[in-house]
């Protein structure tokens, strides 16, 4: 029988994201179904998720791959260097949208 998966202890504060923004990375977020690649602004994470650890990104919040609607996502956290920044395309964060969603109960009125 397998061993179970049990989550390591850290040594000292966790990375988060303000931490790879601190380091100049960038996110590297793949599709292991279709592999679409894209790459995103640690900016726009931290105004969209909050500062959160980095390992929390795509499994946390449930991202799903916009080509083909999978959730199977791999997420790294990379510099990129001056010359391949030129040629690079970023996926940036334009707005949040909400959605409301209504939930009715039926009562009875005495």
């Known amino acids: 029988m397998p061993e179970p998966y049990w989550p390591k202890k850290r040594k000292g504060e966790p990375y988060k994201l303000s931490k790879a923004l601190e380091n100049r990375c960038f996110a590297h977020i793949r599709c292991r179904y279709c592999k679409v690649k894209r790459i995103y602004l640690i900016?726009?994470?931290i105004r969209l998720l909050g500062d959160i650890e980095c390992?929390?990104?795509t499994d946390m919040h449930r991202w799903r791959c916009t080509n083909c609607g999978d959730l199977n996502i791999e997420c790294r956290f990379n510099p990129i260097s001056a010359a391949e920044r030129q040629h690079t395309?970023?996926?940036r964060l334009v707005e949040v949208?909400?959605?409301k969603i209504p939930i009715?109960?039926?009562e009875t009125v005495p």
């Open 43 to 45: 900016e726009d994470l």
């Open 97 to 99: 949208r909400y959605k």
């Open 89 to 91: 395309v970023f996926r």
């Open 104 to 106: 009715w109960s039926d």
């Open 55 to 57: 390992d929390d990104v």
